[in-house]
């Protein structure tokens, strides 16, 4: 475990000791950028959190893209989904992951915004491969009641006359706060960085 553990760090090129808050800024960043691309990083599937005024609603997402320049993070989606309905009435929401190899935890705090049948929905659906595509094409809203399920696998997707562009969402999450932790035997390190005010602020905080 910790000879995987080490050549994790290696290949993020990730510090073994965090001494000054830039370090946390630039792991974080570095763990979010693999886990864009690379499909077997515990980052890759990150949680995301959403409430509608009465409930919160966490599912599994997965990372599609990040720009650390901007902040961003895409995610996709079926449009009939119930977090769309939920992220109309609150565009807020909450990102969570964590990877025991690396003892690492990100937590974000962000707005969403939504794109349906748009250039950003257009250029992620052409990106996107056609088994990932497929998903799109199921004829009912994602979480609808149903009697018998294998009526809605994949070998029933009618793909010629059924457009699953239509129902494809593309959600960009705009981080505006992150919390770094980091496990350690010897000294927990924890941060925090925040960008709601429009400048950069970090400090440190109690494991």
């Known amino acids: 475990m910790i000879e995987k553990k080490h050549k994790r ?10 001494s000054n808050l830039d370090q946390t800024l630039n792991s974080a960043f570095k763990i979010l950028e693999d886990a864009s691309k690379n499909r077997r990083s515990l980052f890759h599937t990150p949680t995301l959190s959403t409430f509608d ?4 609603s966490i599912r599994t997402m997965v990372l ?17 989904s119930i977090k769309i ?9 909450a990102v969570h992951g964590y990877d025991p190899s690396l003892k690492i935890q990100i937590r974000l705090d962000g707005k969403i915004n ?29 979480g609808s009641k149903i009697d018998d399920p294998t009526e809605y696998e ?8 059924f457009n699953g562009f239509d129902n494809f969402c593309v959600i960009v999450f705009e981080i505006e706060s992150m919390e770094f932790l980091y496990l350690k035997k010897s000294g927990h390190r924890r941060a925090i960085h925040n960008w709601s005010t429009g400048e ?8």
């Open 114 to 142: 939504l794109h349906h049948k748009d250039e950003i929905t257009k250029g992620s659906w052409e990106l996107s491969k056609d088994m990932s595509k497929e998903c799109y094409f199921v004829g009912g809203p994602p």
């Open 64 to 80: 599609r893209e990040f720009d650390p320049d901007k902040r961003l993070i895409r995610f996709h989606t079926d449009y009939r």
């Open 154 to 161: 994949p070998s029933t997707f009618n793909l010629k006359t």
């Open 9 to 18: 760090l290696e290949l993020l090129d990730l510090p073994a000791e965090y």
């Open 200 to 207: 950069h602020q970090a400090s440190w905080l109690i494991p």
């Open 53 to 56: 005024g009465n409930r919160v």
């Open 85 to 93: 309905q939920q992220l109309k009435k609150d565009s807020h929401g």
